[in-house]
Every structure is written in C-alpha cells, then in structure tokens.
C-alpha cells in the first residue's frame, strides 16, 4: 500500500501531468526536466589517467529543480524513478539517485514502455533496481564522444577555422553524404534508346494498347539511334502476333510496424517532418495528450526503439478492431508477426497506439495539426500490418515480330486488403502507370500503328535524403535509433551539409574536414569501425565486455594518431591544403560584375561579393528550380517575399532576368511551382500547384494543345506580389494586353468625394507638434527605410 509520501520522478511536466492522474493523490509525480547532471562544458571532464573517470556537476540553471527534488525525497517514503526505458533514461535515474542522495533500500526503478493506466500500475507494483550495465554503456558513450570531440575539434579550429566539431556518428554520416556527391560528379551517362510500338486489334475498335521493347530470349540493351533504327526497319516489314498471355493473381503484403528508423523516414517523406521534428511530436504523443472525454492520454508506444515486436495484447486489439470495422476478409488466417533484423537491440515493443479503439479522426479536435498527422500514421501503420494481403489482377503480353519480343503488363486491384488503411510511401517516384489491356489470345495477330524511338540517358544516384541517409545509417550499424535525429542536426547546423529542398548537399567546409580526418584519423570516418565501436556498446549493456576496458583500448589507438598527425599537419596546413575553397555561384554582382560566392552568417547562407571591403554588394541565396523559363528560356529561380500587411513570408517563381538592369528584362512569375518533366506536346516546362502531397503537372503555354486553364488547375490563386524596382509584373496565365485593359478600367474609376462633414472634421483637427525625441525617432525611421530600400533595389 503506497503511502501519500512516496515520490515518482520523470523528465517532464506533460509525462507528470499523465502519470499523477492514474496514480491519484497516494502519490507525488514531479519533472526532471532532463538530465540534472552532465560532463561540464568549460572542460573535457574525463581523468583519462585515473580510468576514465568522470567529473559529473550539476546543470546549470538546474540549481531551483534540483533543490526542490531534494526536498521532495527527504520526505517521502519511496522514490519510483520512471525516467524514459533505454540507456539514456536509465542514466539520468542514476543520476538522480546519485546527486539526490537517495538510499538503496528506497530507491526503485520503474519503466513504461506505453503510458495507460494498467501499465503505470503494474510497473509501479513490480519495480526493479537500476540496471547498472545500461548506465555503464550510456557512460561509455558519453565519455567516448567527449574525448572524441575534445580532443579532436581543436585540431580542426587550428588547422581549418575555429567554431567545428568532429564527433564519432556526425563525421561518418557527413563523409556519406561527401561520398555520394562525389559519384554523382564522376557519373558518365551512358546512352540508351527504348522502343514503343503502338498495337491494336485487328477488327478495329476492339482495343488498343502500348507495348515496349524487350529483345529477343533476352533483354537486348539498345545504346544507340543506330541500333534502335535497325529493330524498327526490320519491324516495320514484319507483322505483330500474340506470343504470350499471362494471367495471375498477386499478393502485396504489408509493411511491418514502425521502428524509429522508419517512422523518420516515413514522416518526412509523407509529412516532410525533419527527423528532429518527428521525435519531438513522437515525444508528446508518448507522454500523454488532453483528449476530450478521456482526459490525459499517452497515445503511442515509447518511440526510441529498433524493435518490430508486438505485445499479444496489441494484437487481439487490433484483431479485434479489423473484425469489427472492415470484416472477416480484411483479418489474415494467421496473426502476422515480425522479426527484427540481427543487430537490433530489440529491447522495446514497435511503435503503435497504445489504445487502437483510439480512431484518429475520432480525437483530431483534440490534437495539433502536426500532432493528428502523426498519430494518424503511426496508427494506420500499425493497423495495416496486421491486415490481410491486398490481392492484384496481373496480366503480362509478349508480342513478336520478325524475331523480337515486344512486353506490355498491366495490375488492376482486385482486394483492397491493408491498402484500404495504408501505403508505405517511397524515395523515389512510382512508375509510370499502365492502361488496361485487351483481353488477347495467343496467336492472335496485331496491327502495328506506330512506332516511337526513344533517347534516354543513365541518371547519376541521387543524393541523399534525410529519409535515405537515415536508412543508410541503419543499414551500416552508424549510430542507434536514439542517435539519427541529432546527428543529421548537427551537420546542418555545423553547415557540413545543406539542405536544396529535400536533398543534401555538402560544403566545401566538409571537403577539407573530411580530407584531413582521412588523412590522420581514419578510424573516426570509417563506417566498420564506427559500427564496431556500437557493437562493443551493446556488449558493455550484455556485460560482456569493461567499459573502461573498451575505453581504453579505443584511447591508446586514438592517442597515438593524435600525435602522429601534429607534425605532418602543420606542413600540410602551411602548403594550404586544408583552405576552403570559395563557393562560386552563377549569379552576377550587378556593381562589380565578379561570380558573388556563398557566406555564413549568423542568419544562415547569403550570397556575397568577393571583392568586399572594395563592393559590399549581398543578396539572398538563390535557390534554382528545374526547367527553364517560358518566356525567354532562362533560368528558374525561387524567391521569398513579405506581405504589406500581415508581414508573412511568402514563395514564387520568376525568371533568373526578372527585376534586373539589363536592356530586356523578363517579367515572368508564378505561384505555381515547377517541375522537371516537360509538356510532351510544345517541350515547355510543366508546373504544378504549390503544397504538400502528390500535384499534377499541368502546361501553362496558351498556345499548346495541352494547356490547362486555371480554373482546373486546382488549388486557390494567391494575390500578385508587389512589383520590385517600378517594374510591372505579369504571370505567365496574364497577358500584357490583359493587364493593360486593368489599367485603364482602374483609370477611369473617379476618385470617391470628401463629405462636407468630413471636410470639417479634417480642417477642426490641428497638426500635432513633434518634440525632439519623436523627430529623432522619425529620421531613424527614414534612415532605415532608406536603407531597406537600398538592399531591396539590390537584391
């Protein structure tokens, strides 16, 4: 029986808020907020001498958190420490008994793997002690990214620039990233040609269809215009008949549950979330959100974990809820259950709602956008992997003609199964859809209507994601789920990487970091050592392994490189090889005529002049769009503007000469985003409409037979945006006779008359005086306004 003395401690207010509810007034539940103690800032904080100890001190600014814990334990009964279930959480227990000064006999340890009420009970009635081989491999970690970070950031502050940092995760996932760039430089595209024949029936208007070239028994490859001519020459003197008809039936299963890994990977393809911004969310859906008529609610499992295991009790529910709502045939013969990969530390369910019955649509009043969103694929997720198959139509044709094999297939869906609650999104984009097919014979003969020669080129791999660089990590053991988020945001911090869209970029900035840890410190960048150094931390968690041992034996390896590389690269330096190259971009100064290059600021990335202090011309990154301009054919360049009134930012597109002091500027711009793929009709670029999720492409030409015209479109047009410079601006949907015609309209429009009333009130109201101090404010006010006006004309 629990006495109104007891005390139950957790990292934050919202966790408190939950778990005081389902434990009632028999107990005490107060916050953390975080970690209470850590390595200090101002020093490495680790007797490498004396076996890596570590000199832990209070946080500061914890100073009024940590008085009143110590209060609160002094005179309590029992200490429930319910601090998060991994290594990290059970550290910070640790720490907490340590700087609270707890006793053994009254200090227990309490996880939740879902915060409900039957869970916070029973781990509350079956408490355990603290797990010291998790905090001896959180320890281990810690100490280990601390001399790594310590030791070797200054000696990139002295041989490249002050301010960078290498760390163990973060040097390993920037040098994926440089080395994915780099193929992409080295790529040579390789030409190939693919061939359609367009087919119908004999009888006409009995169906026609669209079949691509395969070869013969074989895939034959066409890598030139020669080529490809010679199959269409011997084809066209040839006739088509039905070699193959191939009907079938297909399974599609589904994805398995969400780890961390994929949940951040799936929130930011579908929902373009940063994987820092998906744990955050992940974080309070965990923790418990007010939902109405249910009160406080953790609505998802502990989202840290690499796991794909499920409790039984998830299961029935969620058997349960399928049976009930869609059907028996929508449940599969057999309870799916997943195994997770071999390294995985497998210590926590999946992630899934912690309640099923818990429809998202059902509590979407209750919850943020950003949090609806997420819950909403968490338990779709969930719900379809333990759905039945979708089931598909598949029907394959082979075609011949003069000895070459032509191939057409189409799937239709015949069972919608788990798809009718989820999709697994993807990197890339889907293939091309088909259009059915005719229902053919073998041996039936075609007539051959077209045939259309192709040229295409090989694509260089494409960059990384965050999605992609995150399954990549996974993939090569770099890191652990709770990992991934702040490594990818430190190296967009550290600006290793940039973001162009969704892409990442790296910098000349990691070229030469890279470079010299390469050079010296080979180990740090290595991806197999990186995931041995996680495998020898699992071991400390088995106990297998000292973690001082493990230490100690990464130190004396580290510790020789250290000063072996002392010499060589002070020589190395001095013959400028670690200088960082200037970033060049396209863009012109329009006072000096140089390349501008790229800065940092404490604002970000700008472009700049370099022949600063002699011009001092900056302007905004530009970030260049795919396609070409309608107009004129020069580039697409996105741009940021304010509003009048409600100063919010906002996003278009114009042509690279709009704006500018050259003799012919081009005045097109649009809200309307564009694309890669050009119309097939008049070779323009295609736009789609801006905003999340999948948006058709569309032609804005008027003149081509393919224009869409806005109203179907889609979408809601926004407001021109205030024309820069006096120029007049103009879309690309209207004309200049069309505006012109507005002007004149606007013209002729009589000014509205002053009432008498008005007049007299306007003549009664005397001129205020200004004093000095608001003549002062006033050409202040001038001054900067000026100046804004200045950078804007600039810009």
Same mark, same amino acid.
């Given at each position: ?8 401690i ?33 020093k ?11 000199d ?6 914890? %100073? ?29 227990s ?10 053994? %006999?009254?200090?227990?340890r ?12 029973e ?14 491999a ?78 013969r028994d ?62 955050s ?7 418990g ?15 840290? /974990?690499?796991?794909l ?43 899934r ?80 859809? /088909? ?63 940039v973001k %162009? ?53 990464f ?6 490189e ?6 060589p ?17 396209q %863009? ?19 472009l ?13 990154l ?6 070409k301009c ?10 940021t ?22 003799k ?9 985003v564009?694309?890669k ?19 058709k ?35 690309a ?24 009333a ?11 005086k ?6 002062k ?8 306004k000026?100046t ?5 004309e600039?810009?």
């Open positions: 029986m629990a006495t109104k003395h007891d005390l139950v957790v990292e934050s207010p919202s966790k408190a808020k939950t778990i005081g509810k389902y434990l009632g007034p028999g107990y005490e539940v107060i916050a953390s907020m975080g970690h209470v103690r850590d390595l200090p800032k101002s490495m904080g680790v007797d490498i001498d004396n076996g890596f100890e570590p832990y001190q209070p946080i500061k600014g914890k %100073e009024d958190v940590i008085s009143d814990l110590k209060k609160a334990a002094k005179k309590s009964g029992n200490v429930y420490l319910a601090t998060d279930p991994d290594r990290e959480g059970e550290a910070i640790w720490h907490l008994k340590e700087l609270l000064g707890i006793p053994d %006999e009254k200090t227990y309490v996880t939740f793997n879902e915060i409900t009420k039957n869970v916070v009970t781990a509350i009635a079956s408490p355990r002690a603290i797990d010291q081989k998790l905090v001896d959180q320890q281990a970690r810690r100490i280990l990214d601390r001399i790594v970070g310590y030791k070797l950031s200054p000696v990139l502050w002295k041989n490249i620039r002050r301010g960078l940092s290498a760390g163990r995760v973060q040097s390993v996932a920037t040098r994926l990233v440089l080395e994915r760039e780099k193929e992409i430089q080295a790529f040579e595209p390789q030409e190939y040609w693919s061939i359609e024949a367009e087919l119908e029936r004999v009888r006409p208007n009995l169906g026609s269809f669209k079949a691509q070239f395969y070869g074989k895939k034959i490859e066409l890598h030139s215009q020669e080529e490809a001519e010679a199959v269409a020459a011997a084809v066209s003197q040839g006739s088509y008949s039905v070699s193959k008809v191939k009907r079938q039936e297909k399974r599609r299963q589904p994805a398995p549950p969400f780890t961390t890994s994929t949940l951040q990977q799936e929130a930011s393809r579908k929902l373009n979330m940063t994987p820092a911004r998906t744990m969310i992940a974080q309070q859906l965990y923790e959100v007010d939902i109405d008529g249910e009160g406080t609610v953790g609505l998802i499992t502990y989202m840290r /974990t690499d796991s295991r499920l409790s039984e009790e998830a299961l029935a529910a969620a058997k349960d809820f399928i049976l009930q709502r869609y059907g028996s045939s929508y449940y599969p013969t057999e309870t799916r259950r997943f195994k997770a990969k071999g390294n995985a530390q497998d210590a926590h369910e999946a992630i709602p912690s309640d099923v019955r818990l429809v998202p649509d059902e509590i979407k009043k209750s919850l943020t956008a950003e949090q609806y969103k997420l819950y909403k694929l968490i338990w779709s997720r969930f719900l379809a992997c333990q759905m039945a198959n979708a089931l598909y139509d598949s029907l394959s044709i082979e075609v011949e003609n003069s000895g070459y094999t032509f191939r057409a297939s189409h799937s239709s869906l015949k069972f919608s199964g788990f798809t009718a609650v989820y999709e697994e999104g993807k990197d890339e984009n889907e293939d091309e859809k /088909t259009s059915p097919l005719p229902d053919l014979k073998e041996g039936e003969p075609l007539v051959g209507r077209n045939i259309v020669k192709d040229q295409h080129f090989t694509q260089p791999p494409a960059r990384y994601s965050e999605a992609s660089l995150i399954r990549a990590m996974e993939e090569k053991g770099i890191g652990r789920p709770s990992t991934y988020a702040p490594t990818i945001a430190t190296i967009l911090n550290r600006e290793y990487v %162009e869209g969704k892409a990442l970029k790296p910098t000349p900035l990691s070229e030469v970091v890279v470079l010299l840890l390469e050079r010296h410190f080979q180990d740090i960048v290595d991806t197999t050592f990186t995931a041995k150094m996680e495998a020898q931390l699992d071991q400390v968690e088995e106990g297998t392994i000292d973690w001082r041992q493990m230490l100690s034996e130190y004396n390896s580290f510790d020789r250290l000063q072996d590389a002392a010499a690269l002070t020589q190395e330096k001095e013959s400028g090889d670690y200088r960082i190259r200037p970033e060049i971009s %863009e012109i100064c329009p006072q000096c005529g140089r390349n501008l290059v790229v800065k940092s600021g404490r604002f970000g990335r700008f700049a002049c370099p022949g600063w202090p002699d011009c001092d011309f900056t302007m905004p530009v970030i260049e769009m795919p396609g309608p107009k004129c054919g020069g580039r697409l360049l996105k741009r503007g304010k509003g009048k009134e409600s100063k919010k930012q906002y996003v278009y597109y114009c042509c690279e000469h709009r704006n500018n002091k050259e012919n500027p081009c005045d097109f711009w649009t809200w309307d564009p694309v793929d050009t119309c097939p009709v008049c070779g323009d670029t295609m736009f789609k409409k801006a905003g999340r999720g999948a948006k492409a569309y032609c804005i030409n008027e003149k081509c037979a393919n224009f869409t015209p806005e109203e179907k479109r889609g979408g809601w047009r926004k407001p021109q945006p205030k024309a820069e410079e006096g120029q007049e601006t103009q879309t949907e209207q004309p200049a006779e069309k505006k012109a015609a507005a002007k004149k309209t606007t013209a002729k429009k009589p000014a509205a008359k002053k009432t008498t008005a007049k007299k009130t306007a003549a009664k109201k005397p001129a205020a200004k004093t000095a101090a608001a003549k404010t006033t050409t202040k006010k001038t001054t900067t000026k804004a006006a200045k950078k804007a600039n810009a």
